[in-house]
T-cell receptor, first 114, second 117 residues
Framework: EAQVTQNPRYLITVTGKKLTVTCSQNMNHEYMSWYRQDPGLGLRQIYYSMNVEVTDKGDVPEGYKVSRKEKRNFPLILESPSPNQTSLYFC?????????????FGPGTRLTVL | AQSVTQLGSHVSVSEGALVLLRCNYS??????LFWYVQYPNQGLQLLLKYTTGATLVKGINGFEAEFKKSETSFHLTKPSAHMSDAAEYFC???????????????FGKGTLLTVNP
């Protein structure tokens, strides 16, 4: 089954404790991205990756890092989490199709930073 | 640059009534337009998309949307609401000529649809 998986699904942590949210896709897509969803703000892109070893900032990259060492994996790293990073995070993988790309979203990771 | 405005953060309809969720966009180039649905505690699922060609687009679960360039709109409709349609709906836009650059989706802030029995 084609899917995007994220782990963990729920995480409660404390300020300053480094954490990583994993994302994996089994569709061999080159393009992947991370979004955060906050009430009343919709989804905002954090980082994206065009391919292995190619990453760039989205709209709200501050406080986040990413890496893309393999095509299937795109982890999101919070080196020193702060309470304003409490949010719902989605990883997405993009299928390139003629006439418009389609993004497939993971189930989300709900992060609480105390 | 592109942007999306969804009119109404919360829409409430009765079961069997027409569903109309409004979306207006701004884009400097011909846009690709999308509607996504998010059920409680789930990720986003693509409902339908407009890229080129026919301006009336049909999606899953009986939803459809019409691209109106003159009005810069892409409103989502469904003739008869079901209880199972209760969810949050997001309109999104991406650039059609992004080439090798970011294929970012720019999302609206979402509209929560409530269906009353």
């Amino acid at each position: 089954e084609a899917q995007v998986t994220q782990n963990p699904r729920y995480l409660i942590t404390v300020t300053g404790k480094k954490l990583t949210v994993t994302c994996s896709q089994n569709m061999n897509h080159e393009y992947m991205s991370w979004y955060r969803q906050d009430p009343g703000l919709g989804l905002r892109q954090i980082y994206y990756s065009m391919n292995v070893e190619v990453t760039d900032k989205g709209d709200v990259p501050e406080g986040y890092k990413v890496s893309r060492k393999e095509k299937r994996n795109f982890p999101l790293i919070l080196e020193s989490p702060s309470p304003n990073q409490t949010s719902l995070y989605f990883c997405a993988s993009t299928r390139r199709v003629a006439g418009g790309d389609e993004q497939f979203f993971g189930p989300g990771t709900r992060l609480t930073v105390l | 640059a592109q942007s999306v405005t969804q009119l109404g953060s919360h829409v409430s309809v009765s079961e069997g009534a027409l569903v109309l969720l409004r979306c207006n966009y701004s884009s400097s180039v011909p846009p690709y337009l999308f509607w996504y649905v998010q059920y409680p505690n789930q990720g986003l699922q693509l409902l339908l998309k407009y890229t080129t060609g026919a301006t009336l687009v049909k999606g899953i679960n009986g939803f459809e949307a019409e691209f109106k360039k003159s009005e810069t709109s892409f409103h989502l409709t469904k003739p008869s609401a079901h209880m199972s349609d209760a969810a949050e709906y997001f309109c999104a836009v991406s650039l059609s000529n992004s080439g090798g650059s970011n294929y970012k989706l720019t999302f609206g802030k979402g509209t929560l649809l409530t269906v009353n029995p």
